[in-house]
């Protein structure tokens, strides 16, 4: 009995040594790096670690140059859930006929908004929109809407204008200013600093001390004053 034990054991212990070393070479024959870029790419989702270049600006830099054209063509993303014509029909977004400048929720009890956007407040101007329309989730989490987001903010501006264009026709925001800028701002100050402004510690010679430099080189603020006494004194002793 013993022995019939013994072998029985001694076969399970050697198929898991065999399993256990067939397991090691797989996993060498097919071990594979991890790829540098994962998954396929999907329209309208900003890939994690990317955007880290420029700055995004505050959407009215972008408006200024937004096409309502090409703004038409991005609503295509949008028109499963929304209608965008006047008196047109809720889907599962609201009709968004004149949006721009209503408040957000704006149509209250006709729609079924939720939780999250009824309590967001606000007014849906042009930079509330384009968060909205960036990042729906960010704006307002718990949103019941699923878009995931349009990452260029290029499409948003273009889809801004056309979107003001039914119905809204407000007038497009100012773009922002080039002094808010940090970067024009430095430059513009690096500029006025170099124009022979005194700097802030830069010792002011006066009388006193232009006394005491040898003659012929007086310098500084008082070098003026000082060199015009010296030649009125000059020309008083030569007419005595």
């Given amino acids: 009995m013993d022995d019939r034990f013994n072998t029985i054991a001694g076969w399970v212990l050697g198929a898991g040594i065999v399993a256990l070393g067939a397991t090691i070479v797989t996993g060498e024959m097919f071990h594979s790096e991890r790829p540098e870029k994962m998954g396929y790419p999907i329209e309208g989702v900003e890939v994690e670690g990317e955007g880290g270049g420029e700055a995004e600006q505050p959407i009215a830099a972008y408006l200024a140059a937004a096409d309502p054209g090409k703004g038409e063509a991005v609503f295509k993303k ?10 047109g029909a809720n889907g599962l ?7 721009v ?3 957000v929720a704006h149509l209250g009890g006709a729609f079924a908004y939720s939780d999250a956007l009824k309590s967001h407040g606000g007014t849906w101007d042009w930079e509330s929109l384009s968060q909205w329309l960036k990042s729906p989730k960010t704006f307002a989490p718990g949103t019941k809407m699923t878009f995931a987001g349009l990452s260029k903010p290029e499409d948003r501006a273009n889809l801004l204008v056309w979107l003001n264009a039914q119905g809204s026709n407000l007038p497009l925001p100012p773009p922002p200013a080039a002094a808010a800028n940090p970067a024009a701002a430095a430059a513009e100050g690096a500029d006025q600093g170099a124009g022979g402004d005194k700097g802030e510690n830069e010792p002011v010679l006066n009388e006193a001390g232009a006394a005491k430099q040898p003659e012929g080189r007086v310098m500084g603020d008082a070098a003026t004053a000082t060199a015009g006494r010296e030649g009125q004194a000059k020309n008083t002793s030569k007419s005595e």
Avoid: E, F, M
């Fill in 101 to 103: 400048g209503k408040p």
């Fill in 78 to 87: 949008c028109a499963a859930c929304h209608t965008a014509n006047q008196g």
């Fill in 93 to 99: 977004g609201p009709n968004l006929w004149g949006v």
